[in-house]
């Protein structure tokens, strides 16, 4: 019975709710599709083009790697950025949902506390994301 009523009051509080849960999704799709990965794809194009790399494959990785160390350096520091990207769009997310329940819904002061939050990053909260996706 307790299920049910949970589940009752789950529905009613999205049914209330819709337009914020819509508006955290689609301003975080937004985010990734208009800012990040056209940024990703041009700074990797952009590295790859100044170590004279056509493409990186498995069959070329290895001699790619000993001919151009710096080159796959910076690949490595773009990967780490991108996994910290990755850490705000989780935390973005779930402050997102937890201010849509209390009823505290505002995009800026979503933003404003993940980046506060994104200062208490830790490399072993990555664990924790590896365990989820």
Known sequence: MKTKQNSLESILNFKNN???????????????????????????????????????????????????PF????LFLLLILLIIIVYFQFTFF????????????????????SLSRLKLFKPSSLLFLLGIF
């Open 71 to 74: 080159v796959f350096l910076t």
């Open 18 to 68: 819709w337009t914020k849960y819509f508006l955290l999704i689609q301003s975080i799709n937004l985010a990734l599709s208009l800012l990040i990965i056209p940024l990703f794809r041009w700074a990797t194009s952009y590295i790859l083009k100044l170590g004279d790399i056509p493409y990186i494959s498995y069959t070329n990785f290895i001699e790619s790697l000993v001919a151009h």
């Open 94 to 113: 779930i402050i997102g949902l937890y201010s849509i329940k209390k009823e505290q819904f505002s995009l800026k002061n979503i933003l404003f506390t």
